[in-house]
């Protein structure tokens, strides 16, 4: 009988150092979360970026065709920088940077030199330049 109880309570001494030992665990590893998590308004603070959400709208945009290709252009300064530059010199910067082709084959769409392209796109690149400083 005095064994049963010795048994008894070195299990209850064991039960309880065990509860103990895992209640501490427990609460380092809620130290270690806490330390490392951020509130998502500490986080909106120090990184907006990551939780802005823009909504875009094709009537937003301005549209432009170019060898039968829609090119939305978004940027409402440029849009209207581009609008103001000839057909011929919007579709040479738009074949070269939305379409991203290069001199050689946009020359030979249009049926130019490739010289003659590179010129172009030079000097509408300048005039979109200052229609955007405007």
Avoid: H
Avoid at 46 to 64: M, Q
Avoid at 125 to 134: I, N, T
């Amino acid at each position: 009988m005095i064994e049963e109880q010795a048994i008894s309570r070195i299990f209850d001494c064991f039960c309880k150092v065990c509860i103990r030992n895992e209640w501490i665990s427990y609460l380092r590893e809620q130290k270690k979360i806490k330390e490392r998590e951020v509130s998502i308004d500490a986080a909106n603070k120090k990184y907006p970026e990551l939780f802005r959400i823009e909504d875009t709208y094709s009537s937003d945009s301005t549209v432009y065709q170019v060898r039968g290709i829609k090119i939305l252009v978004q940027d409402t300064k440029l849009a209207d920088a581009l609008s103001r530059l000839s057909e011929y010199n919007r579709n040479v910067i738009l074949m070269s940077f939305f379409l991203e082709e290069n001199c050689e084959e946009i020359a030979e769409y249009m049926g130019k030199c490739r010289s003659t392209i590179s010129f172009q796109r030079k000097k509408s690149l300048q005039k979109l330049r200052q229609y955007m400083e405007q």
